[in-house]
């Protein structure tokens, strides 16, 4: 589908750091929301899906409604990809089992993931420092996973790791389709073309 012509919209995208919320508005007194963002976020854009508090890493935003519905009807399983680091080394049989899809509780009961494409990184990757740190425990080795779903139910990442038995220490979405985060920093952001944006997300 190509994007309607005559329009005039605005696309960013963001490298969102750990601990700020992905919207504008804060759920209680304290938190960092995007109405924080330096510089000021254009008025009227809005984030396409979300990145809980405690992930990171590329958050796009914009005021076409018609990308947003594309993007985020199940029908179309856009593809997401997230580096995760986890504790421990994934076992061969824990890695499958992300792949072919596990059970994890929703607000809707028990749900069945989808099959997911899982990489188990040969060395860490290099990534930015995060604040505050990850705490680690010193008996434990970590690892770290490239995970790419065709879905997004909340926390699913998260639950899915946790539910082989790899708890999650970190998480950073770092594609959309083939919109990559590239380099940005936390707290930078880039500006797009409609055409572009709209390539790069296989619309």
Known sequence: ???????????????????????FTAEAPGQSTLADWQPPLPKGVYPVGRLD??????????????????LLHPRFGHRRTYRVQV?????????????????????KGVYTTL??????????????ERVPPVRFRAAIPTSWLDITLTE??????????????????RLIRIRMEELELGGLLPGEQKSWER???WRLLKM
């Open 115 to 128: 099959p997911a494409e899982v990489a188990l990184l040969t060395e860490a990757p290099k990534v930015p």
């Open 195 to 197: 055409e572009e944006i």
């Open 152 to 169: 997004g139910k909340n926390r699913q990442v998260r639950k899915m790791c946790a539910a082989v038995g790899f708890p999650v220490l």
């Open 1 to 23: 589908m190509k994007p309607q012509k005559n329009t005039s919209h605005q696309y960013l995208t963001l490298y969102k750091p750990y601990g700020m919320l992905s919207q």
């Open 53 to 70: 508090k405690d992930s990171e890493g590329l958050l796009l935003l914009t005021d076409d409604a018609r990308l947003n519905e594309r």
């Open 87 to 107: 504790e421990g080394i994934p076992t061969t049989e824990a890695l499958e089992g992300l792949r072919h899809g596990v059970s994890i509780k929703t607000d």
